[in-house]
């Protein structure tokens, strides 16, 4: 079993399509590291240097990693790891 | 020669604009109406929210009120929390946002440079209230697409 990791449409061009795939690490962080080794360029568009983007919310098990930990946030077999761009503007 | 005209004329459809340039937003008055309440409500502070509907169909159903967590006059962003309760729902229904709408309090009815660096759906029609001249009456509401930082406005048909 490894950590599930939920796609949202606007990045699906990175995974061919697909709306899940998966990863491991025990870390938001050794997750994104290891999904980008199958699907590269998608790390760039959900971290930046000094974390995670600004627009971009993800959530493990539900709870937003902003309030987490953020990249450090805990993961484990058989969570649920969400991406979703934010909605957002001026 | 009626074969050259078949064919000049085939190309020309081939080269017209894509169908969505041409978009026309259907939208329910009531919608409409709780759009333009939630934005009085929420005065001076940005007012947010989606109206959804099934997966294609570009019919705009389900109206669903969101907190701007920025309460701000400037800027909005969708609670990160409602916003992931809205997408499970969503997934779960088969549906999509079809609207996305945003006040602006103190400018035009028209997307901002920000607006259009942050549009995410490109499916959706964003909707824009403006209560920069508002008396009680009618306020502006106009729609408008933005795909690739592109901004195409379109007409509202609004059904009773």
């Known amino acids: 079993m490894a950590v599930e990791v939920k796609i949202p449409t606007i990045l699906r061009n990175f995974t061919g399509g697909a709306k899940t795939v998966e990863g491991d690490g025990d870390t938001l962080q050794q997750v994104i590291d290891d999904v980008e080794t199958r699907h590269p360029g998608l790390k760039n568009r959900l971290v930046e240097e000094s974390g995670l983007r600004r627009f971009v919310n993800v959530y493990v098990n539900d709870e937003d990693v902003r309030f987490t930990g953020g990249l450090g946030a805990p993961t484990a077999d058989g ?3 969400v991406v979703l761009p934010a909605v957002a503007g001026g | 020669m009626g074969g050259a005209r078949l064919s ?15 978009r026309v937003l259907t939208i329910a008055r009531a919608h409409v109406d709780a759009i333009i ?9 940005e007012a947010c929210g989606v109206v959804v509907g099934p997966e294609g169909s570009d019919s705009p159903e389900r109206y669903v009120k969101m907190t701007n967590a920025e309460r701000s006059p400037t800027f909005f962003q969708f609670d990160s929390g409602e916003q992931l309760a809205l997408y499970k729902e969503m997934d779960a229904n088969d549906e999509e946002i079809v609207v996305v709408y ?15 660096g942050l ?5 959706a029609h964003f909707v824009l209230v403006s209560l920069a001249d508002d008396d009680g009456g009618d306020v502006p509401v106009r729609s408008f697409r ?8 379109e007409e509202i048909r609004i059904t009773e």
């Open chain 2, 37 to 45: 309440a939630h934005a009085r409500a929420d005065f001076p502070d």
């Open chain 2, 119 to 123: 549009a995410v759906e490109p499916q």
């Open chain 1, 79 to 81: 969570d649920v790891v």
């Open chain 2, 8 to 22: 000049q004329r085939a190309w020309c459809v081939q080269i017209g604009p894509p169908t969505y340039a041409r």
């Open chain 2, 102 to 116: 945003h006040s602006h309090t103190f400018t035009e009815a028209y997307p901002s440079r920000t607006d259009i």
């Open chain 2, 146 to 153: 933005i795909l690739d930082g592109e901004v195409t406005e």
